[in-house]
């Protein structure tokens, strides 16, 4: 139980965060997702059998805040759900590089879908544009700040729980 | 003859060597006694320097605290300036508390809903000029879609050339101008109002100034970008127009 309280407070601080704060520190017109590096880096450490009930609770979140459509952060949660579990079975003695091969992929899927979304959208695209300017610093940023968030979700995890995690 | 002054020098000479004992023995005296009580002095003046760094520290805090309230209430008495001087509407004034996740949309939060009669399609502005309208509401909080964001489209009029046109906004947060018919003279600067065409903002709100303009040959209409009047990136209070109902136009289009 105290995993899940710990991996549910952490998951809205995040939030808050990030719509605060983070949303505004932009390199060119991209922006990092600390949400998206939180719920890498949770499920890089859960050890919880429910942890899909917290993912399609944080999903919702997201939803709710974001006028980003439901599908978008619920294939792009499942697929670090389901990378993170395969992820944890081969290369779990290194964390830290499952976490930047994570949020690469991720990070990517969720531009990818995004993008693909505004376009049957007909939104007003210009494809090298949005490339070079939004793409390329929110995965720069995505990948600094990949560091930062795991040694502290890595920290909440110790916490939460005390047996399970791997170094 | 003492009071003639006579005797002055006399007295001079004679005082003079006592007096300088007199310092000399004094000085001595005030050393020594510094000597004991500075321990002393040092412990009260250390407990007292500590007590007015904390007391500074408390002050700046105040100071910058009464500063935040300040650019918050010239904020709002810009915002309640721009409602007295526009009182055809009614307004709601929010703070925007929190901004999009997604580096691709453009959309801000604010912390009013609809229990203070906020709906769907309300037009936001601030003392500047047009903001966006509500996209997303509960009963304490919605999300505005800003002008800036990408599925975002404004009918505008340019106010110098008398002519309609249509601004965009991009992933990149930039807005820009289209539907000028080709031809059209704009001159760079022109000021961008709201037409009110399309019934999704009122007329008449100021957008922006046209920054650049572009013409290429064997297309219909003209493309140029555009200054927008508020700064997005700083944007922390709005007014929203309650007594504005947007026009659902959607089940007209085919």
Known sequence: MLSYFLGFTGFLVTLMLQLSIFSQWKILSGSADIVLLYVIAWSLYDRTKWMWIMLLIMMGMVSLVSALPFFIPAIVYLLVFWASRLVQSRVWQTPLLAMFVLTFGATIVQILLTVGFLFVQRADINFSQALIEVALPALLLNMLLAIPIHALVRELAFIAFPQGVEE | ?254
């Open chain 2, 1 to 254: 003859m003492a009071i003639s002054g006579y005797l002055t020098p006399i007295f001079s000479l004679s005082v003079s060597p006592f007096i300088s004992a007199q310092s000399w023995l004094s000085q001595r005296y005030l050393a020594f006694s510094d000597f004991f009580n500075s321990p002393l002095d040092m412990a009260t003046l250390s407990s007292e320097n500590q007590r007015l760094e904390n007391e500074v520290a408390m002050l700046q805090s105040e100071v910058v605290a009464l500063q935040e309230n300040l650019a918050q209430a010239d904020i709002l008495y810009a915002l309640l300036d721009f409602a007295r001087t526009n009182p055809d509407h009614e307004y709601v004034a929010a703070t925007v508390v929190g901004r999009e996740i997604s580096p691709y949309l453009q959309y801000v939060i604010i912390d009013k809903g609809s229990n203070d009669g906020l709906r769907h399609g309300m037009p936001v502005v601030t003392q500047q000029g047009l903001v966006g309208r509500i996209d997303a509401l509960i009963s304490n909080a919605a999300r505005i879609q800003l002008i800036t964001d990408a599925n975002s489209a404004v009918n505008i009029k340019l106010q110098t050339a008398q002519v309609e046109g249509l601004v965009r906004g991009s992933v990149t947060g930039e807005i820009s101008l289209d539907m000028v018919p080709v031809g059209t003279e704009v001159q760079l600067g022109d000021v961008i109002m709201t037409s009110g065409l399309g019934g999704t903002y009122p007329p008449n709100i100021f957008v922006g100034q046209v920054l650049t303009m572009q013409s290429k040959q064997n297309v219909l209409f003209q493309t140029g970008s555009v200054q927008p009047v508020v700064d997005f990136s700083t944007l922390s209070a709005v007014l929203v127009i309650t007594n504005f109902e947007a026009v659902d136009i959607s089940p007209l289009v085919p």
